[in-house]
């Protein structure tokens, strides 16, 4: 009786959450790390574009290095670890992340930022604490025709979730960071819960612009603080919603 509680618990504790689990990029259907699989596939585990997950629990602490990319240092991961493929793309084409299903508990933002990876590649690049990551698209309360964005995720089959890289956007190398903010208990400080994950593309066309301008850049950690008034927030009074993190940024116009 004692085994079968066991795994009871651990099948909860493992759908309680969820991760991006796959993605259409350039047309191409792409199978992201998976948290329960591929690290026990050894050797034979494939190449991904997606950056390593250990677990599809959340970030509470914004002050920390797993903010990045979804690391987990009590599970001895810290920080991101760059994955060996990129993804190739246009700028200005769209792409589908699918995640996995999500509790409808957890509700709150959906936000995408990008940041542009080294010329060599994304492949064997940390960005530390480099103010890089420019917000591409976010999504709140009420900014759907859904209460938040991430209801689309409760059923087992749902469209998924779809952003556009920024046209103006030169060829090369970008690292992807898309995000969940849950915020069922972010009435207490240091209760909020991120979901990151990252993705590495490869830009084969587009325009001639490197990287959103610096007031638009922040750095993981350092974007957010555990008192924004999006971060700590009581999710279940009505009222209006403040989306953290710096404002989106878009091609400028051409003249």
């Known amino acids: 009786m004692k085994y079968l509680l066991a795994a009871l618990a651990a099948a909860t504790s493992v759908s309680a959450h969820g991760w991006v689990d796959n993605a259409t990029i350039g047309g191409v259907y792409y199978q992201f790390f998976h948290p329960y699989a591929d690290p026990y596939m050894g050797e034979l585990a494939p190449p991904r574009v997606s950056r390593k997950l250990v677990t599809n629990g959340p970030v509470l602490d914004v002050t920390s290095i797993d903010i990045q990319c979804g690391g987990s240092t009590a599970e001895g991961q810290i920080g991101s670890e760059p994955a060996p493929l990129h993804a190739p ?142 971060i700590l927030f009581n999710v279940w009074n009505p009222g209006n919603y403040t989306i953290p993190g710096p404002p989106v940024w878009s091609c400028p116009e051409s003249e």
């Open 89 to 230: 793309a246009e700028a200005g084409s769209q792409v589908n992340l699918r995640w996995t299903y999500w509790p409808d508990s957890h509700m709150g933002p959906i936000m995408t930022y990008m940041a542009r990876c080294p010329d060599e590649g994304c492949d064997k690049w940390l960005p530390g604490e480099e103010p890089v990551f420019f917000k591409i698209h976010e999504a709140g309360r009420y900014t759907t025709d859904k209460v938040w964005p991430d209801d689309i995720w409760e059923v087992w089959t749902n469209d998924g979730y779809n952003y556009t890289i920024p046209a103006c956007l030169a060829p090369g190398h970008y690292l992807v960071r898309h995000e969940i903010l849950a915020l069922h208990s972010a009435w207490e400080k240091g209760e909020a819960q991120f979901y990151p994950h990252c993705h590495q593309l490869t830009l084969t066309k587009g325009g001639d612009v490197l990287e959103a301008p610096d007031e638009y850049r922040v750095s993981f950690p350092g974007a957010y603080k555990d008192d924004d008034p999006g």
